[in-house]
């Protein structure tokens, strides 16, 4: 399920690779093609109709179907129907989301909606250069399908509306909110009387008593190295505030210098010099990494909220995994304890040139309703970004303790967006990190290494800039 259910897990090579040949192609069209579809029609606007669907136009939607399947997409196009029943509705569920559709963008004759997602997925940043995607904001400003006293945008958790936004416009919606955590038996940690602690300090003590009952304390997916950055960087965000977050994103002088950036490099660092990893952990794949993990054998791992669906298969009955929020690094961290990192996945768009953006809008609408929402949560084991859309489920132990994790942060949720602005400085930093946690760097030189590729990258002028 590497390729599927793990829309943003971000495999370094893979994806960089995927979306160097979506550029390559797309780029071609950067100056021209851009724009909503003026000639599309749009019917009249009504309370039964808000955002004017044409009667008996044609809707094109193309979804990934991965591992989230494409049932809740399917269930969205049925209750749009019951509104819309002349609306003839042309479903795909595909891989190979680029591949697919590059060519169909290149010669401005896409689908109506589309879900960007998956490891060959359209390249964003460059479809938003080439003002290939229409902008949502009346989409957002339309009344929600289950309370029209609501708007959409109110419908939807923090910071799932920014996650899509590009200079000021709203051009992408994503659908499953993941956080970031680490990952322990909630069993295993009864067994031997454990405690998640709430500090960086507690947790290395607690990792020594781990030893002493013969496992490894921590593993990580080695072969890529973004998931140790999770932690690291969620700690100097809760050190340094949102400022810190946004002096890294906005590549300020320095700003991977900072105290609490160097301070969360060096408690990553004391994983690796305690000997608190497990031996040949930099050698593991994601999945060989979170077997191991499975099997009992280490007792914390750090994931994205996807591990659960990704693990189902191979999870022993009992186990009872959990996510719990990275602990505070220091005891005067200015984001509080509860703080997690959250972004949003499952990337859905409105091209510019849609035959009918009224009726991907629509559809887009349906889609985000709660009722969509929760069957997507049941049948995916993900977490909707739809406000109040698991209330009443009975949820499993992991997508529960990410539930639980996003009602106990309230605002206190971060995300960083150089990743998504700036590739080269995403592999970057995985690297060195991939060589913090083998000693082969300290965190002093984690941080020059760091500054200086996003140094780079601020003086490079072929480069798009964005500014938080």
Known sequence: MKGDIMNLTRRGALLSAAAAAASTTLAACATGGGGD???????????????????????????FKGGYGDQYAIDAGTRLKEKHPKVAIDHKGIQGVGEVLQPRFVADSPPDVVDNSGAGRLDLATLVSAGKLK??????????????????R????????????????PLVLNYSSVLWGVWYSKSLFAKHGWTFPKTWEEMLTLNDEIKKAGLAPWTWQGKYPEYLNDPLLSMAAKAGGVEAVKAIDNLEAGAWQQPAVVAAAEAIHQLAVRGHILP???????TEAQNAWCKGQVAFIPCGSWLEGEQQQVTPAGFDMVMATVPALTSSDKLPNGAVMAASSESFLVPAKAKNPQGGLEFLRYLFSKQVARGFAESAKALPVVTGA??????????????????????????????TWYAPLSKAVDDATGELATKRINPQQWAERVQK???AVAKDSSIVKHKR
């Open 37 to 63: 579809n003026e000639g599309a029609g749009k019917g009249d606007v009504s309370a039964e109709n808000p955002l004017g669907v044409p009667a008996d136009a044609g809707l094109e939607v193309v979804i």
């Open 135 to 152: 902008d949502l904001t009346e989409l957002l400003d339309a009344p929600a399908v289950d309370d029209p006293g609501k708007k959409v």
């Open 154 to 169: 109110d419908t939807l958790m923090p910071g799932v509306i920014e996650d899509g936004t590009f200079d000021g416009k």
């Open 280 to 286: 040949g952990s930099e050698g593991l794949s994601h």
């Open 390 to 419: 698991t209330d009443g489920l009975t949820l499993t132990s992991g997508l529960g303790s990410v539930a639980e994790a996003v009602k106990a942060a309230g605002p206190n949720v971060f995300s960083y967006k150089f990743r």
């Open 453 to 455: 590729a996003a140094d």
